[in-house]
């Protein structure tokens, strides 16, 4: 890497302590912005790339973690421009930004890059929940413009599509955001922007030369998005509508080799992070709700596309039948719902060491698991944590943005780690039930330490 991308990697971050920092002398309560723990966490990940051994992604010079560092402060600068200075549109572009730089900077260790994009994506959502209205979105579209551009290098499509249309969503949100300044509010004019700076988009490309779907994409989408519009009219309604994002997603899976199913998934993550602006949107909470799920789906499903090109899951563990992948499975329905549910039972004013905790099991098991059962685990876990997060919607509980981050934390920290920890399920049996037994005392550790800390909170 050379020292331009260092020097860049390195300004972001400091530029982010000073955001953080001033967001803390503004607003003394600000959840766990100017905590040191934060800066801890991405310079840890950062130092984890330095040593040579013992995986190839942990090597001198290591682009993961200038992917952390880079994008843990962009992260800290725009929540604090979106959330304190108020100028949102400006806030969604600075973390947007990350996988351009990794694009321009990074381009001989593109992939690594963009994982260290995710994962500090998912730190943040972490620990920043309830800081900014627009995390979500944000955090969504961050995700799905990392991992398009990812997979990009799988498909052999133009690498920098997906941050051309990003640029066009972020263009369209600030525009709106203008508009609304002058009295001009309504879905109608978000919905009109956005989508025409996606169709410029494609014609640009395809008046370039190339002869990809480009427009047949943005048309699905804008068929699918006007459909939820459509049936988000009831809230009853809004939950069916849940299989729009089905239809969208079967469509365009095929086109590309997954390349389609990535612009159509960033192009929705966008779509709800614009009409999460409710200030010029005056779109209801149970629309928005529709609209994320519809993202958090599309996005998901776009990661575990990149896991399985990154990692192809080979005979026998390609079986999925075998009860692995089904008990992955259920331990992530079920385990990431009660620690959900645990961990907003303080409300939005939940306690540092409760984010910390949930963020922490969301990431350690999956890993876990894939080194007991191989990547058949990986694939189960996945699925089962969706379907954790689109069940809560579903029924209409509150759960449902508690378990957003939760759901696609294990598989951000599995694209990089993914193949490490497999390596363990090729060892003898003893050392793997060693691995459970290590999970399981942790599991406890977890559980009596829980204990201690809510009944000393309940006397305080």
Do not use: K
């Not at 694009?103 to 998912?122: E, F, Y």
């Not at 990003?166 to 709106?176: K, P, S």
Request: aromatic residues 12%; positive net charge; glycine residues 10%.
């Amino acid at each position: 890497m050379s020292l331009v991308a260092w020097s860049v990697g390195g300004v972001c971050f400091g530029l982010g302590l000073a955001a953080a920092l001033m967001a803390r002398a503004r607003v003394a309560t600000f959840p766990t912005f100017a905590l040191p723990l934060v800066w801890l966490l991405a310079l840890t990940a950062f130092g984890l790339t330095l040593p040579a051994e013992p995986a190839p992604y942990f090597q001198a010079g290591g682009a993961l973690g200038w992917g952390v560092l880079t994008a843990s402060g962009l992260w800290l600068m725009g929540a604090f421009v979106g959330s304190r200075l108020h100028y949102e549109w400006l806030g969604a572009l600075l973390p947007l930004a990350a996988p351009a730089l990794a694009l321009m900077l990074v381009r001989d260790n593109l992939l690594p890059a963009l994982w260290g994009v995710g994962i500090a994506t998912g730190l943040m959502w972490v620990l920043l929940r309830g800081a900014w209205d627009l995390l979500e979105g944000v955090a969504l579209s961050v995700l799905a413009l990392s991992w398009t551009t990812g997979l990009a290098v799988y498909a052999g499509a133009p690498r920098w599509f997906g941050v051309c249309l990003a640029g066009a969503g972020v263009a369209a949100f600030g525009i709106a955001t203008l508009l609304a300044q002058a009295g001009r509010t309504g879905w109608r004019v978000s919905y009109i922007l956005l989508f025409g700076g996606f169709a410029l988009t494609a014609v640009g490309y395809r008046l370039a030369g190339s002869d990809a779907p480009w427009l047949e994409l943005v048309l699905l989408t804008l068929v699918a998005a006007t459909l939820a519009r459509g049936l988000s009219g009831s809230e009853v309604w809004s939950r069916y509508a849940l299989l729009v994002w089905v239809g969208l997603l079967t469509a365009a899976f095929a086109t590309m080799r997954g390349f389609g199913l990535a612009v159509c998934a960033l192009m929705t993550a966008l779509h709800a992070l614009v009409m999460g602006r409710s200030a010029s949107t005056r779109v209801a909470a149970h629309e928005n709700a529709l609209y994320t799920a519809g993202a958090l789906l599309l996005v998901s499903v776009l990661g575990f596309r990149l896991f399985t090109l990154s990692y192809p899951l080979r005979a026998p563990r390609a079986d999925l039948y075998l009860y692995f992948t089904l008990a992955a499975f259920l331990i992530a329905l079920i385990g990431l719902g009660a620690l959900a549910l645990w961990w907003s039972s303080r409300g939005e004013r939940s306690l540092l060491w409760r984010s910390m905790l949930a963020g922490f099991w969301a990431t350690a098991a999956p890993l876990a698991l894939t080194a007991i059962f191989t990547e058949r685990a990986a694939a189960g876990w996945t699925a089962g944590a969706l379907g954790a997060a689109l069940s809560a919607y579903l029924y209409g509980n509150r759960l449902f943005h508690w378990l957003a981050p939760l759901s696609l934390l294990g598989l951000i920290i599995l694209l990089p780690l993914g193949s490490i920890v497999a390596t363990l399920a090729d060892s003898p049996r003893t050392t793997r039930i060693g691995v459970a037994v290590g999970l399981t005392v942790a599991l406890a550790i977890t559980a009596a330490a829980i204990a201690w800390l809510d009944r000393r909170s309940e006397t305080d």
